[in-house]
């Protein structure tokens, strides 16, 4: 994610509604965010979706290690012949 800069990546909602096409092009294009606002705040961030798949996976993967490290802290761990099993085990049942 790049950083944002308040001259361009900050915008109104009135402006964004009127130049659609030309912001959705352009965080396609430069992969910045996009933060409109509506009042004076913050009502809205856009994003690319290539942008949010990132930080959908990347969202992923840190829940995927919290469960692990709370799992380990819980003493849930298994030693290395019971993975090995639960693996055999796991590639008998998807043939």
Not at 6 to 14: C, K, R, T
């Amino acid at each position: 994610m790049k950083n944002i800069l308040v001259a361009n990546d900050i915008i109104p909602v009135g402006q964004f509604k009127s130049g659609l096409a030309k912001y959705l092009k352009e965080i396609q294009d430069k992969r910045n965010s996009l933060i409109i606002t509506q009042n004076g705040k913050p009502a809205g961030v856009l994003i690319s979706p290539a942008e949010f798949d990132e930080l959908r996976q990347t969202k992923l993967f840190i829940d995927s290690v919290s469960r692990g490290l709370s799992d380990s802290e819980k003493g849930k761990v298994l030693t290395i012949s019971q993975l090995r099993n639960e693996l055999k085990k796991s590639r008998a049942d998807k043939n």
